[in-house]
């Protein structure tokens, strides 16, 4: 058993690694971070954002945490987002998004969200993109212990 896990391993890190050819497809990493003061009706607290991006010429990779939190509230926000663009179609990339968030002053111990969808590059520029993506979804959330779930 543990000589087919070393074998599926290798197989695995080998088809990750040999997967790109790096000298058209290399990376560029950029982050971001943020941080504050919150103050909200003589509630205070501290806020912070961090990004850490990963983009080439055919993928890109994006995290994203966002927290507050307050005296007697609290916000957090997870999201990653993995996309990748068809070689054939270069306009056309397909993509995965999965999200976690909690938030004390609404009530929501845990909610978290999966899309996959397509997407479609409408008038990129140098700044960025302008974008229109298709998805299906699926949603759960836990309100104090009742379950509300929704594809959609």
């Avoid at 074998?7 to 990493?29: C, E, N, P, R, Y």
């Avoid at 982050?31 to 003061?37: K, S, T, V």
Wanted: charged share 20%.
């Amino acid at each position: 058993m543990r000589r087919s896990s070393s074998i599926l391993f290798i197989a695995v890190i080998t088809t990750v690694v040999m997967g790109q050819d790096a000298s058209t497809d290399s990376a560029k990493w950029k982050h971001y971070i943020r941080g504050g003061g919150v103050r909200v009706t003589n509630d205070n607290g501290l806020s912070g954002y961090y990004r850490i991006n990963r983009s080439s010429k055919y993928s890109f990779g994006d995290l994203r945490l966002y927290l507050y939190g307050l005296q007697n509230n609290s916000y957090v926000f997870i999201r990653y987002k993995s996309s990748s663009k068809y070689r054939r179609w270069p306009k056309f990339y397909r993509f995965s998004t999965i999200a976690y968030q909690k938030n004390t002053q609404a009530g929501v111990a845990l909610r978290y969200h999966f899309n996959q969808g397509l997407g479609l590059f409408v008038l990129p520029y140098s700044q960025g993109h302008i974008i229109t993506e298709i998805a299906h979804a699926y949603d759960m959330s836990d309100y104090l212990n009742d379950n509300r779930r929704t594809s959609y």
